[in-house]
């Protein structure tokens, strides 16, 4: 009699899996509380002394945490510290406009070691890649790690690449970035694996990972610059719908704005034309408020004897689209970013809260971005990192 193989996979909780769910715990506690000594972990993961103790020698062996020094001023003796290894890996972040590109490389312990800032404006499109990594390439440099020493780039941009074609979709103010092959040209590039994002996308990433939506699973972000946008983030997961393009609510038909007979057209009705730049720019003419741009419009706004009228109607400008977004997402949360909004300050968040609470049903809470510089940035660097970090953590 022949007996046969079984071909089940391995039942979970085998000591394999064991072992790997654990050292990603201590990884992530690291991460989270900095430096701990072997009985600090064993506390926090329930592991015992023994078994605290293989776990960092593993991961330790395997280049993932270092030792930095010992424990002083207790009783007993001085205990042993260890940390995330910060040269275990490291990652980019870029952050793409019509007119700058913004690079930021950071460790995986998340401390940014560089940034570089170039000017686009005037690139050959057919040159865009080309330029893309020698700007990356001088990030790099500057923060002092070798060439090829990139596990992930990110990239933020102001349009979504479609999830069947990979195509660049809603960016056709962005010569250079339309390639088929685009990614893969990228990666070849960079030396190293690229993903593109929605800029407004990474700007709500940022927003629930370090700021004014830490915590919150269900919310919205408006971005107010040049154009409008917005992120929407349910049961704690960004939704970016069927073609990449949930969010787009420069497009959105709102009570005040012309309906654009073709959403082909750039920027031609809807939202964007009752709150966009030049809308604004237009609206503080009419009110005596000056400023080269939109964000400096609102800033003057301030001070402006006509400014306060002037932000009122903002505000409720604002909150006429986001009472439309509020009917049917009903967020917990709404968080204002974007260069309009923060010149604005507490004083236009308030009037936006005020103005939304009379036109909506649901009321969110109207949350100023809580990031310095730029969130976009800041969100492709938080994406590289959790995409890095489940590659090292889970393979070791």
């Known amino acids: 009699m022949t007996t046969q193989k079984s071909s089940r996979s391995p039942l979970a909780g085998t000591p394999s899996l064991l072992r790997a769910i654990n050292d990603r715990a201590a990884l ?47 009783p007993g003796p001085n205990a042993q510290l260890y940390q995330v290894n910060p040269a275990a890996g490291h990652v980019a972040g870029l ?29 050959p499109a057919a040159a865009t890649v080309e330029r893309v990594a020698e700007a990356v390439a001088e990030t790099v ?33 962005l010569p250079g970035w339309h390639s088929p092959r685009l990614t893969q040209e990228l990666e070849a590039a960079i030396g190293a694996p ?11 990433v940022a927003e629930q990972s370090v700021g004014a939506a830490a915590g919150c699973e269900d919310f919205v972000l408006l971005w107010a ?12 997961r960004l939704h970016r719908g069927f073609t990449g393009g949930a969010g787009e609510v420069g497009y959105m038909p709102v009570p005040g704005a012309p309906v654009s007979l073709s959403a082909r057209r ?21 009110h005596g408020v000056r400023g080269a741009d939109a964000a400096q419009a609102v800033a003057a706004a301030l001070t402006a004897p006509d400014g306060e009228a002037f932000l009122a109607e903002l505000a409720e400008r604002l909150a006429v689209g986001l009472a439309v ?43 100023l971005s809580a990031l310095p510089g730029s969130p976009v940035l800041a969100g492709a660097l938080q994406r590289a990192l959790a995409t890095t970090r489940d590659a090292l953590f889970s393979t070791h």
């Open 28 to 74: 992530e506690l690291l991460l989270a509380n900095g430096p701990l000594s072997r009985t600090q972990i064993g506390s926090l993961t329930g592991l015992s002394k023994p078994t605290a103790s293989q776990l960092l020698a593993r991961l330790e062996a395997a280049g993932l945490v270092v030792p930095v020094g010992t424990t002083a001023g207790g």
């Open 95 to 123: 952050d793409v406009t019509s007119t700058t590109v913004r690079v930021a490389v950071a460790d995986i312990t998340g401390v940014t070691l560089a940034e570089h800032q170039v000017s686009c404006k005037g690139w």
């Open 141 to 173: 440099r500057l923060a002092q790690l070798p060439p090829g020493s990139l596990r992930e780039a990110v990239i933020g941009i102001g349009g979504a690449p479609d999830p069947v074609t990979g195509k660049l979709r809603y960016a056709s103010h």
């Open 194 to 204: 690229v993903s593109i994002e929605n800029d407004v996308n990474l700007a709500a």
């Open 225 to 236: 610059e040049e154009g409008i946008g917005a992120a929407i983030v349910l049961a704690g």
């Open 266 to 286: 750039k920027h031609s009705g809807g939202f964007q034309d009752l709150a966009g730049e030049p809308a604004v720019l237009a609206l503080a003419r009419r």
């Open 325 to 367: 977004i509020a009917s049917v997402v009903d967020p917990e949360l709404v968080v204002l970013s974007g260069g309009t909004p923060t010149a604005g300050g507490e004083r236009l968040r308030a009037l936006v809260q005020e103005a939304l609470g009379r036109m909506s049903l649901p009321r969110p809470e109207v949350r």
